[in-house]
């Protein structure tokens, strides 16, 4: 090889490195430039992006009301969702607060801190936090703003409705996802500054809130007040001969002994200035204030209420009366505990005094055209016995309010009463055997007697349900399109491929 040959064989081979070369830097370049334009995107979409909710049902979308609440947020609010994994509402309780954690952000407030602990898995946060949050069960949303804390149950989040069967079993069924009502009350009761002031009389063996008894015991109602941001305290009136300034409201529960003349004097004049009383009072009691009630347009029959029933000695409520307690508890469940009968007085009444404002009574709960007043508790199964016993609806709780003139705008507090006609069904052992929602009925009462009756009005939203309806020619022209003509084409299709390929 000569020295030209030489040269062209060197330039040849440095064109190729320079070719070579150039490519490495061009792919480089590419790569940077890639790299480069996918962080700033990442940037970009995390500074500035947009959130839409593409679902059909939109399940998870806030409302305006909600958006409203976080926007207007001024303190941080923590939340604990100590939820295990596995439960069937923990993804939609995620989702959810996801919602509201974007929210925050999105109007720069105070955050959201949520944080999520699986008591299967976190052994050691769980310890801690069922001490720091005193937390007995799983499946509960904690809310805490300030040293006020709202405990949200899984039972709480949805809603579910009661049916019975041909041979009389009870049936679950969920039928609403309650979540965001729930969720923003619970926010919108820990930023509040005040809580309200909640007595239990006592000296009439009433039932009492540090009694952890099953029969008697009221203990289980008042951790829960707590939880809700009620403060509750014990009244002796005996002692105090008044009825406290801070008093909210005022429960009489279970009493059994007589009430004195200057207790009812008391009593009236508390009610007569705008007080608030949450009055229970069980079968074949008299304790002397069946008069001030009837004054107040009530009147406490005698007798058991009876009707639908799952034990024999319990009324189950499934439909209610309309009023701001009861708004929220259709489709669920009270069941009550041989209740005295609680019915309004009729306006022809001569007992009911002839005012310009009159006590406006509504009906909360009774039992239906088929139930009765058993005036023979003591028979067991009840009974009807034509003549004797008297025949349904019979209401077992009642709602009384005055002060409120229609037309007139003025700035006093109106009396409010409540009254049912057992106090058993939220006692401790009460609690454990019912399988409704004693429980809400009760704090719904209390809510509205505090003024705190309706905290947002969001409803609630339906499940996620895909229903497919068919006649029988259509169901038979799809299993003939699933079952065969859709195997069949693959079929014919695989065919196809194979032959090809062989020839």
Known sequence: MDDND?????????????????????????????????????????????????????????????????????????????????????????????????????????????????????????????????????????????????????QDVMEYELKFDDKGRPIRKNVAFRGEQVFSS?????????????????????????????????????????????????????????IPADCSALVIAGAEKRFSGAEIDILAGYLNKGGRLLLMLDPS?????????????????????????????????????????????????????????????????????????????????????????????SQRPPRYDPGIDRRGPVPVAVAIEKGLLNGIDVQIKPTRIVVIGDSYFVSNGGLKKAIGGNMDFFMSSVNWLVSREALLAIGPKPPGELRLDMNRRQTRTAYIIIIGAMPLAAACIGLLVWQRRRQ
């Open 6 to 154: 030489k040269a062209t064989a060197k330039r040849s081979i440095w064109r190729q490195r320079g070719k070579r070369f150039a490519t490495g830097l061009n792919v480089f370049a590419s790569i940077a430039m890639a790299a480069t334009i996918t962080v700033m995107v990442n940037y970009l979409s995390i500074t500035y992006y947009a959130h839409r909710d593409f679902s059909w049902r939109h399940h998870y979308e806030l409302s305006d009301k909600t958006k409203s609440l976080i926007a207007g947020l001024d303190n941080n609010v923590e939340v604990l969702v100590f939820f295990r994994n596995g439960h069937e509402l923990y993804s939609d309780v995620r989702n959810l607060l996801k919602e509201y954690e974007y929210e925050a952000a999105k109007a720069k407030r105070p955050k959201l801190e949520i944080s999520f602990v699986d008591p299967d898995r976190d052994l050691a946060r769980t310890r801690e936090m069922k001490q720091k949050y005193d937390l007995t069960d799983a499946n509960v949303v904690v809310f805490s703003s300030g040293g006020r804390r709202k405990y949200v149950d899984a």
């Open 186 to 242: 619970a926010i919108q009761s820990v930023v509040q500054n005040s809580s309200p002031v909640v007595y239990f009389l006592t000296g009439h063996a009433e039932r009492s809130i540090n009694d952890y008894g099953e029969q008697s015991g009221y203990s289980t109602v008042a951790r829960a007040m707590r939880r809700d941001n009620i403060e509750i305290k014990p009244l002796q009136l005996a002692e105090s001969r008044e």
């Open 285 to 377: 009691v008299t304790i002397g204030i069946e008069r001030l009630m009837e004054d107040w347009g009530v009147k406490l029959g005698q007798g058991v209420v009876v009707g639908r029933t799952l034990t024999g000695g319990d009324l189950v409520v499934t439909e209610y009366g309309d009023h701001p307690i009861t708004k929220n508890l259709l489709r669920i469940t009270t069941e009550f505990f041989m209740p005295r009968p609680v019915e309004p007085i009729q306006a022809s009444d001569t007992s009911l005094p002839t005012q310009p404002d009159k006590p406006r009574v509504s009906v909360l709960a009774a039992n239906t055209k088929e139930g009765w007043v058993e005036n023979d508790p």
